[in-house]
């Protein structure tokens, strides 16, 4: 990996920023008055209720949904358009299904122009990274889930992104696997540190991986509270039983419970509204 | 961490049943079919035949339909027989043969051309998809006169009319299969860098192809059908210019042969566009059923 040089800066800056979804009469405000700026190398965890639009600002943040108002910006620069400096896992894996394991990583150096032996031993090197170096000649569809969400990890790394998004990347996986992908991640973090936001709805997952969680409302979604997380790293199983852990959890339960007659929504995607019969 | 923590994962997972092994597995079931059912599908074919054998040579007459002039299995046999033996029948067959395979190949390149535009651009699919609805419903024999009109040569006519019958099923199970290619792929690979001709590439092509395999395989067929249609132009020779020759001289036997011949060739010409689909497609023949 020292082949490639390590990630300059990667600090997100967001200012009075709003995202608008659907067309006409339909669309309404997403997420709305989001002000927030992300230190470079942060881990920060967006926590809110299904619907609440974590998914749409980290859309916003991959360059794949445009804001209605405000702005955002990548060390300075606006962000527009999908960009590799910007990695986004999705909650399913989006794994090349005609392409092996070891092509699937190697594919963001092929759109770089490297060449092809070049861009293999790097893949080699990033599966190795992810523990999956036995699996470069499979195809995705012969791994697990756990396993395609590491080479998905592994296949946006390759690129050196400055910022890692993650959208409920572990969210479709067992309780175990979850607990094993969410210690592989800090490790991989501590390695090769980026910025990283990264979206759930759960309170453990948020407490344990973040330097800083924030808490936001329900829809129209605002951020709530910023929370931050002082646990020592490197960071154990038995910190989620920590009295400190259990007291932030605390607050974060009375936070996101749901008000009365508060209508539970359906989730969205970074890609902006889930479409009518998508899996 | 340990290195250690991070072997673990892989090594647990490992134990899984080998995907290699499944792999193995899948493409023997779809192979080899097991020998009672293979007996079956031998016995249906023999009472086919045993009642065609019955049908003519009592020359059963139900009133609606008669089997009075239809020739009987032996007579056939016979026929082709001595067509097999004559020097005509490899001109024939190679004269079909490049027919067909000219225009299939023609509607291959455009079909898949056309509908991979109809189905990654709205523009396209405006402009295109009017004229070509227009012209699907055309039947290849309405073409005759237009083919001959259009085309300096007889060959070259007879390339277009089959042409004409692959071309939409081509098309249309292009179309399908570039709609279909997942708007997820698609942000993923512009997210890792992939522009607008490495998205087409990489991510709607793969995803499109096991239509367009199906449609090829279909297309293939619809080029065989059309083939008595296309030779009623030509002077000499051709399997399906040797049915219809035999229909004007009256020989039923032969007429029967042709017709045989043709539904062999376009069988076999279907089945070997799946197997080049499915070599093509390697990643299909994994786990995932």
């Known amino acids: 990996m020292s082949a490639a040089p390590p990630p300059a800066a990667g600090r997100i800056e967001i200012a009075g920023a709003a995202i608008r979804l659907g067309t006409g009469a339909a669309a309404f405000e997403v997420v709305r008055d989001i002000d927030l700026a992300i230190a470079p190398r942060q881990f920060v965890c967006l926590l809110g209720p299904s619907g609440c639009g974590k998914s749409t600002l980290l859309g916003a943040l991959a360059g794949h949904l445009g804001l209605a108002r405000g702005s955002l910006a990548l060390d300075g620069r606006p962000v527009a358009g999908p960009h590799p400096e910007r990695g986004i896992v999705f909650q399913h894996h989006t794994l090349l299904p005609w392409r092996r394991v070891i092509d699937n990583v190697a594919f963001g150096p092929k759109m770089r122009g490297v060449p092809r032996a070049e861009r293999l031993a790097r893949a080699r090197d990033f599966l190795a990274l992810v523990g999956l170096a036995d699996f470069a000649e499979r195809y995705p569809s012969e791994l697990s889930g756990g396993m395609q969400q590491r080479v998905e990890i592994a296949r946006v790394l390759i690129n050196r992104p400055r910022v890692l998004l993650m959208d409920e990347p572990f969210g479709a996986l067992d309780a175990q696997t979850r607990l094993m992908m969410q210690e592989l991640l800090l490790d991989i973090w501590t390695r090769l540190p980026t910025t990283v936001v990264f979206v759930t709805h759960d309170i453990d997952e948020a407490l344990f991986l973040g330097d800083r969680v924030l808490v936001m409302s329900a829809r129209p979604g605002r951020i709530l509270e910023d929370i931050p997380l002082a646990f020592p790293r490197p960071r154990g199983r038995d910190l989620v039983t920590a009295p400190d852990f259990v007291a932030l959890k605390r607050r974060c339960l009375d936070l996101l419970r749901p008000h009365d007659g508060q209508p539970s929504l359906p989730r969205l995607t970074p890609l902006g509204l889930p479409l009518p019969g998508a899996a | ?289």
């Open chain 2, 1 to 289: 961490m340990s290195a250690g923590a991070l072997e673990a994962p892989g090594a647990t997972l490992a134990a899984r049943p080998d995907a290699k092994e499944r792999r193995r597995d899948g493409r023997d079931g779809h192979a080899r079919l097991p020998l009672r059912r293979l007996a079956i599908r031998a016995g249906a074919l023999g009472l086919g035949l045993l009642a065609w054998h019955l049908a003519a040579s009592q020359k059963v007459d139900l009133g609606l339909v008669t089997f009075g002039n239809v020739p009987a299995p032996a007579e056939v046999a016979r026929a082709a027989w001595s067509l097999a033996q004559s020097p005509k029948l490899g001109a024939h067959v190679g004269a079909s043969l490049a027919r067909v395979l000219g225009g299939f190949l023609g509607a291959l390149a455009l079909g898949i051309a056309l509908g991979l535009s109809i189905g990654r651009s709205r523009l396209a699919g405006d402009l295109l998809l009017p004229p070509l609805e227009v012209l699907r419903p055309i039947p290849a024999v309405a073409w005759i006169p237009l083919a001959i009109l259009m085309f300096p040569s007889s060959e070259a006519s007879m390339v277009f009319i089959t042409f004409t019958g692959a071309l939409f099923p081509i098309l249309l199970n292009t179309v399908h299969g570039a709609e279909a290619a997942s708007p997820r792929l698609v942000a993923s690979a512009r997210s890792l860098g992939a522009g607008r001709a490495a998205i087409l590439r990489e991510v709607v092509i793969p995803a499109a192809l096991p239509s367009i395999v199906t449609g090829a395989a279909i297309g293939m067929g619809t080029a065989w059908f059309c083939l008595v249609t296309a030779e009623m132009i030509s002077g000499q020779y051709g399997i399906g210019y040797f049915t219809w020759e035999s229909y004007t001289l009256q020989n039923y036997d032969d007429i029967v042969v042709g017709m045989l011949l043709i539904g062999l060739l376009g069988m076999g010409s279907s089945v070997a566009v799946r197997a080049l689909g499915r070599l093509a497609m390697p990643w299909t023949r994994g786990g995932r059923a």
